[in-house]
């Protein structure tokens, strides 16, 4: 069974910084591409940023700068350093893993930035 839980989340000062990780299990990771997601309330899910099995990244226009995903193949995780926090960042931010055809998501964890 395939599963993904997502870490990290929780409550930060406007410019603070949060980690996320995402640990990946039931036989996926590797040949995978790894994102974030995020979704604020009232709006529709959003990519933040993406990996690649081999490592190429990609990033909304919203993070870049500011945010980094990471992986380690060894560990099945999948990290997410957010620095300088707006509270427009506020959301749940869900994991994803996809090798076509197949996608699967973690629960999400709740960012919440205060101002």
């Known amino acids: 069974q395939v599963q993904l839980v997502e870490s990290g989340g929780g409550l930060v000062q406007a410019g603070g910084s949060r980690s996320l990780s995402c640990l990946a299990s039931?036989?996926?990771?590797?040949?995978?591409?790894m994102g974030w997601y995020r979704q604020a309330p009232g709006k529709q899910r959003e990519l933040v940023a993406v990996?690649?099995?081999?490592?190429?990244?990609n990033y909304a226009d919203a993070v870049k700068g500011r945010f980094t995903i990471s992986r380690d193949n060894a560990k099945n995780t999948v990290y997410l350093r957010m620095n300088s926090l707006k509270p427009e960042d506020t959301a749940v931010y869900y994991c994803?893993?996809?090798?076509?055809?197949?996608?699967?998501w973690g629960r999400g964890t709740q960012v919440t930035v205060s101002s």
């Open positions: 039931g036989s996926i990771f590797t040949g995978y591409t």
């Open positions: 990996i690649t099995s081999s490592n190429k990244t």
């Open positions: 994803n893993a996809a090798r076509t055809p197949w996608s699967y």
